[in-house]
């Protein structure tokens, strides 16, 4: 770039991002964690008018940063616990910047092939980490539920081919394909079954703790015949329990269907051998789903699809046109994603992995879940308030004796400010929900979470 004006509106703007920045997460530890305002607060900071004239590319950072500090809840925060957000580590920020800067349209390997190359080493150390098929086709979409809608498409194609009928005649002209799941399916899942097709999965039940009743999967199974997908879990939003894979994926693959697992944050127990206990099988399935904006903390946006069979990903995703650049002896970027253009997701996950290596994953699962038994046991100490989960991997679930008490006892907690939690519902109770999600969830962050709790709960009567 030259020294002209563009460059020097480059590096002003640049630098005014930086500065605001740095100011935001340096306070990231200690600030609450609640927001200043709502959306209508910062609705009323911001000039609704269209101007008719421009305006510097520094001044409108400093009027954006200015206008939404207050409406800003601190996701990034250690003691954020809500909706199974991670934070993000710095080589991560960092090369997601660079990402912007380059502004690569990460879409077919001969236009883009820096982003390219980056993105097959990210694709294959998470294969490895994973313990999945190493030559399995890999694709970066926007999140879990992107991630699971391709690998249903992938699937839904596959089982089609595999019954004699031709996928590009349509579903319509397609025999029906049966879909199923357990209880406690996500509804990433049951969206991304509507939006292949499929429509919402037939449950068949689940155990106390959300794992697939594995008997009754092999039930419906048997009722009928035809193409079929069973879709399984890592990880049950508000108890973290697996399903039994090894026994799931028999019953499934005996019956000559597909298997599909949604790891959204579940799916990176396979990387530490403390947790090999809970995976075991699931590399057996034919597809995966992760996001790595959840336990790898990378920034938003940034899920991972995976299939076993890379052929029938991208023929089921990929699309050519005489316009398009295209190679022959590899498959493109785009061909495994439903996606011509997107930015280079994979490059922020080279950069994670890259700075954490193998040990450094191993760390961050482990001190994750470590996080989350050290929640578990503080709660246990404050009378009136139970953990109704097992404490398998990150998620913990607390309620009090009544509904009534424990919704008020989330509603405390968001407005103090402290940690932010979810409320939920599950097992026909009201809980809060505390994932764990966050590198920087350490011994200090976990002491002042239970310090919250253990006032508001006094705050609230809870004895």
């Known amino acids: 770039m030259d020294d002209g004006v563009t460059g020097r509106q480059y590096r002003e703007a640049l630098d005014a991002a930086h500065r605001h920045a740095l100011s935001w997460l340096d306070t990231l530890t200690d600030r609450p964690v609640r927001s200043e305002t709502d959306a209508d607060g910062v609705l ?50 960092a090369a997601d910047w660079l990402v912007s800067a380059w502004d690569q349209n990460a879409g077919a390997r001969q236009l883009t092939p820096a982003a390219a190359a980056v993105e097959e080493v990210a694709a294959s150390w998470l294969l490895e980490l994973l313990g999945l098929p190493a030559r399995s086709g890999v694709g970066f979409v926007t999140g879990g539920t992107m991630a699971n809608f391709a690998c249903l498409v992938a699937a839904r194609d596959a089982v089609l081919r595999g019954a004699g009928a031709d996928p ?57 015949t035809g193409p079929a997908i069973v879709a399984l879990q890592a990880g049950d939003v508000h108890s973290g329990a697996f399903d039994d894979f090894a026994a799931a994926v028999e019953v499934a693959h005996r019956a000559g269907a597909w298997v599909h697992i949604d790891g959204a944050f579940g799916l990176w127990a396979a990387a530490s051998p403390r947790f090999q206990h809970l995976v075991g099988g699931l590399a057996d399935a034919d597809s995966w789903a992760t996001d790595a904006h959840k336990t790898l903390n990378v920034p938003y946006d940034c899920g991972v699809a995976i299939v076993r069979d890379e052929a029938a990903m991208t023929a089921a995703l990929g699309a050519h046109a005489a316009y398009l650049p295209a190679t022959t002896s590899v498959s493109d970027p785009y061909d495994r994603v439903p996606e011509f253009s997107r930015r280079a997701r994979g490059i922020p996950v080279w950069a ?112």
């Open 168 to 224: 590009s005649a349509g579903i319509q002209h397609a025999p029906a394909i049966r879909f199923f799941a357990g209880g406690a399916v996500h509804v990433s899942m049951v969206l991304a079954g509507r939006l292949a097709g499929l429509g919402a999965p037939d449950t068949v039940g689940a155990d106390d703790q959300g794992r697939i009743d594995v008997d009754g999967l092999e039930r419906s199974l048997a009722e009928g």
């Open 352 to 463: 994670a992995l890259r700075s954490l290596g193998r040990r450094g994953v191993v760390g961050l699962v482990d001190g994750l879940a470590d996080a989350a038994a050290a929640l578990a046991a503080g709660f246990d100490e404050i009378p009136g308030l139970e953990v109704l989960n097992d404490v398998v991997f990150t998620q913990v679930s607390l309620a009090a004796s009544d509904d009534a008490t424990t919704a008020a006892l989330g509603e405390w907690l968001r407005a103090e400010g402290t940690v932010w939690a979810s409320s939920s519902m599950w097992r026909g109770r009201t809980v809060v929900r505390f994932a764990v999600s966050n590198h920087g969830t350490d011994a200090e962050a976990v002491r002042r979470t239970i310090d919250a709790v253990a006032r508001a709960a006094a705050a609230l009567g809870i004895a």
């Open 44 to 93: 009323a900071r911001l000039d609704r008018t269209l101007p008719a004239e421009g305006t510097s590319p520094t001044a409108v950072v400093d009027e954006l940063a200015e206008a939404v500090g207050p409406g800003l809840i601190a996701l990034g925060s250690p003691r954020f616990y809500g909706l199974v957000i991670g934070g993000a580590y710095p080589a991560a920020v």
